[in-house]
Nanobody, 129 residues
């Protein structure tokens, strides 16, 4: 059974920082695609950042977060992180971590949510002006 447990959300003022964590268990594929997605109220779910577990240099970001967010993976701890700096009110959303059994998509691009096989429970990030 694959489980993703997300933590680290909260409320912060604009310009502030938060770090999200996602502990992954039960995922045996050593070449997996992992990522963060978000869904703002009234909007669809969108990709934020992704990383290819076999080669952690393969990271991709959505345009609005490029240069402000950093995705990383601690393979020993089996934990995925999203460091979010210079937060803006438009970053307010429920954030989800996700993983796929295969990593092919993440080698070259930010994957769509339909590509992901497993999802965490979500954590709310609220950024005030």
């Amino acid at each position: 059974l694959v489980q993703l447990v997300t933590s680290g959300g909260g409320s912060v003022q604009g310009g502030g920082s938060l770090r999200l964590s996602c502990t992954i268990s039960g995922l045996e594929d050593t070449s997996s695609c992992m990522g963060w997605f978000r869904q703002a109220e009234g909007k669809g779910r969108e990709g934020v950042a992704s990383i290819f577990s076999h080669f952690e240099g393969n990271t991709y970001y959505a345009g609005p977060v490029q240069g402000r967010f950093t995705i990383s993976l601690d393979s020993a701890k089996k934990t995925l992180y999203l460091q979010m700096n210079s937060l803006k009110p438009e970053d307010t959303a429920m954030y989800y971590c996700a993983a796929s059994e295969g990593g092919a998509y993440c080698r070259s691009a930010l994957p769509p949510d339909v590509y992901m096989d497993h999802w965490g429970q979500g954590t709310l990030v609220t950024v005030s002006a």
